[in-house]
């Protein structure tokens, strides 16, 4: 039994609230399964936290080699402990934790995939990614990790198939050691 404004919200989200669901049981829950913990973001304005500016969590499943960060911007206005209203920032550099700093990681963002990249451990812990477009009160979005490889990890690179033709379209295959 629901009140009918409450069924009415159920029903209009309902492919919201699966697709949310499906996210959390295939992607986040086993990154959960014995992660590493990160507050990535300092306090806002150097003080008690008060929700006006961005906050930032990172999980880090080593045994998976993969994690996720939730990012989040509560207010569009924030104040500094004097009282002043300062404009929350609509893009923020993030700086990772816990990272091997000389692999490399597969960064996709689940809403802004226009920052999607591939970055080595110690460009996101050391300089970060500037994560732009959170323009809203209420913003947030997910970065995705996935550690990728090492550059130890390449013994060979082979091209497997025809050969290129200069002013031709060729499709080249690439065959690594290991695989």
Request: with cysteine; net charge negative.
């Amino acid at each position: 039994i629901c009140l009918p404004e409450a069924c009415i919200n159920y029903e209009n989200n309902k492919q919201v609230i699966a697709d949310s669901w499906k996210l959390y049981k295939e992607q986040q829950r086993p990154i959960l399964r014995g992660a590493n913990v990160y507050h990535i973001l300092e306090q806002p304005h150097g003080v008690s936290w008060d929700y006006t500016d961005w906050d930032g969590i990172m999980y880090y499943n080593e045994a998976l080699d993969k994690g996720s960060v939730f990012l989040f911007k509560e207010n569009e206005t924030g104040y500094t402990s004097s009282g002043q209203a300062v404009d929350v920032p609509d893009e923020k550099v993030i700086k990772l934790n816990g990272l091997d700093a000389d692999a490399t990681y597969l960064v996709t963002f689940e809403d802004r995939t226009n920052l999607n990249g591939t970055f080595t451990g110690a460009q996101l812990m050391n300089n970060g990614i500037l994560v732009t477009g959170m323009t809203e009160k209420y913003d947030s979005d997910i970065m995705w990790i996935e550690k990728t490889g090492t550059e130890e990890d390449l013994e060979a690179l082979e091209i497997v198939g025809d050969k290129a033709t200069i002013g031709k379209d060729t499709q080249l295959t690439f065959k690594t050691t290991p695989e």
